[in-house]
């Protein structure tokens, strides 16, 4: 960063660059966590993170009493975002560059010690392994923005950044090893069953009736978070986090079950999402999801959480993935602003019908969890659990791991983390091995079956066939049905097949060549699925 010599001096101003690269990450979030002065001119990576703080008035309330806005310009360009008080007089402006060469900045604020401060950053080529934030891509699927495509293979611990901090690393590096490239994390923190404790730090500071006052974020706890944002990027990890929740279970102002942030008035709600928005929107790995259960936080209109959508569409510059996730009834997910839909529902089949009527990527966020809990949402198999994420992705959708073992210590992943138990995650990293081989997956859709129960994806040049539940110990011509219904060039081809099988994770080659009425062998058990591969021209 260099500042213009015709602006006037900025003392103590600081830039943070927030590198993607892994051995960079965590150094450089500690000097942004320090107190540098006048950190050396440095550039910044595409879609990686500059940084611009300056000292400001720190009499009344900050939080709300002083505004700050940068706006950076390259060429006709021009980006504004919000700047944010972080504690201790310092006022704080994050910027994520989208393109290479220099931006020019220029800062307003009523506060003559924040107003028409001007410099520039130069953004140079992003390094390896950032590949920008993720967007979506041909109507049903994602991609980073650099363009290779993205398959999320998501998992759920709610209140992470909301427990000590030995369990939140050892969550870490349980998902360091794991198969999953996004994380459901809740800002706020949760009171619900397995989730009975105080966190370290909360998100503001609470008045003597307990309830917390939204003119005053916590400083402490955002740094938390961010930490664990910065983390999760070095891991290669989205972050989905939930900006609402209704496991508070707050009563009428001045009687609080517990913390009161499902509770707060609605203009104290806008005004938390545009702190949020400065604070972490320059983050290229952050999701927005507006609520989890949106229909079980009481007394909340959807007027109101379309005023919350608007509230995100014009803060963010960005413009990140948005979504908001059900209880009992689905949102309206084809407004314009939610990029895709996250559901919950157990029936993961209904994937191509949810794609149908919302034209948009569907992510079954939480299709129940493997567990051996009371709370038959918590208690399905590995087993139903492995062929659940099957059954969604073979219908062009995506879904979403939780875990619910019980443990009197109440540490289950799903709310607070820890330890993985389960037997799915070492098959879902065999699915996306196949994902990840296959490309993007598209179901053939059979006009007469538009549903089928043994959904077909192309793989390359292959078809894969899954038979689910169904367990037959030969198949025929039958297998090729939708294949063949889709792709009336291959009635004359002749096949190869691959017989996977999705629990055992295993591929085995059925011998031979196979054409017209053929039989090929199968393991009798449910869960497979086939490849199936034609070998001459036909297409």
């Known amino acids: 960063m260099t500042i213009s010599p015709r602006s006037r001096a900025i003392p103590q101003a600081t830039l943070r660059i927030a590198l993607a690269a892994a051995?960079?990450?965590?150094?450089?979030?500690?000097?942004?966590?320090?107190?540098?002065?006048?950190?050396?001119p440095s550039p910044v990576p595409v879609w990686g993170m500059a940084e611009l703080s300056f000292p400001g008035p720190q009499e009344g309330n900050p939080f709300v009493d002083v505004e700050l806005q940068a706006t950076?310009?390259?060429?006709?360009?021009?980006?504004?975002?919000r700047g944010f008080y972080d504690g201790e007089g310092k006022y704080k402006v994050r910027f994520m560059p989208d393109a290479a060469g220099t931006w020019n900045f220029r800062t307003s604020s009523k506060q003559p010690a924040l107003a028409n401060l001007r410099g520039e950053i130069r953004a140079v080529a992003a390094e390896k392994g950032n590949r920008g934030p993720v967007r979506v891509k041909d109507k049903f699927h994602f991609a980073f923005a650099e363009g290779s495509a993205y398959y999320p293979f998501g998992t759920t611990v709610y209140a992470l950044v909301h427990q000590p901090a030995a369990l939140q690393e050892q969550t870490l590096a349980s998902l360091a090893k794991s198969p999953f490239n996004k994380i459901r994390i809740c800002v706020f923190p949760k009171w619900y069953e397995y989730n009975h404790s105080e966190p370290p730090q909360l998100p503001y500071v609470h008045k003597p009736d307990g309830f917390p006052d939204p003119t005053r974020p916590n400083p402490a706890f955002w740094r938390i978070l961010e930490d664990r944002i910065v983390q999760m990027q070095r891991l290669g990890v989205e972050v989905d986090l939930i900006l609402f929740h209704p496991y508070d279970v707050s009563e009428t102002p001045g009687h609080p079950v517990r913390w009161g942030y499902d509770n707060m008035p609605p203009e104290a709600n806008k005004a938390y999402l545009r702190y949020l928005v400065a604070r972490l929107g320059a983050f290229r790995n952050v999701w927005w999801s507006m609520a989890n259960e949106w229909d079980f936080v009481g007394g909340r209109s959807v007027g109101q959480w379309n005023e919350l959508f608007d509230v995100l569409a014009q803060e963010d510059p960005y413009k990140h993935l948005t979504s908001i996730h059900n209880g009992a009834k689905f949102f309206d997910h084809s407004r314009p602003s939610i990029t895709h839909a996250s559901v919950q529902a157990a029936d993961t089949t209904k994937m191509l019908e949810w794609r149908d009527k919302w034209k948009k990527p569907v992510i079954d966020d939480e299709c129940e969890y493997e567990g051996n809990i009371e709370s038959n949402w918590g208690n399905i198999t590995g087993e139903e659990l492995s062929h659940r994420h099957w059954a969604g992705f073979m219908r062009g959708g995506y879904v979403g791991h939780g875990e619910t073992f019980h443990a009197d210590d109440e540490v289950l992943w799903w709310g607070k983390g820890g330890m993985l138990k389960g037997e799915s995650p070492a098959r879902i990293r065999f699915l996306r091995q196949i994902v990840e081989w296959c490309g993007p997956l598209n179901p053939a859709i059979n006009k007469d079956e538009p549903f089928p129960d043994d959904p077909v994806v192309q793989c390359g040049n292959s078809f894969l066939?899954?038979?689910?539940?169904?367990?037959?110990?030969?198949?025929?011509?039958?297998l090729l049905k939708h294949v063949l219904a889709t792709n009336p060039a291959l009635k004359q081809a002749r096949w190869r097949f691959d017989v996977i099988d999705t629990w055992a994770m295993t591929q085995t080659p059925a011998p031979g060549e196979y054409s017209g009425n053929f039989t090929i062998q199968l393991p009798g058990r449910p869960y497979v699925a086939v490849r199936a591969t034609p070998i001459t021209k036909g297409r």
């Open 72 to 81: 950076f310009t390259q060429g006709r360009r021009s980006i504004t975002v």
């Open 465 to 478: 066939i899954y038979l689910g539940r169904h367990r037959p110990a030969r198949g025929g011509p039958g």
């Open 23 to 40: 051995t960079c990450m965590l150094t450089s979030f500690a000097m942004f966590s320090g107190n540098a002065n006048a950190a050396a």
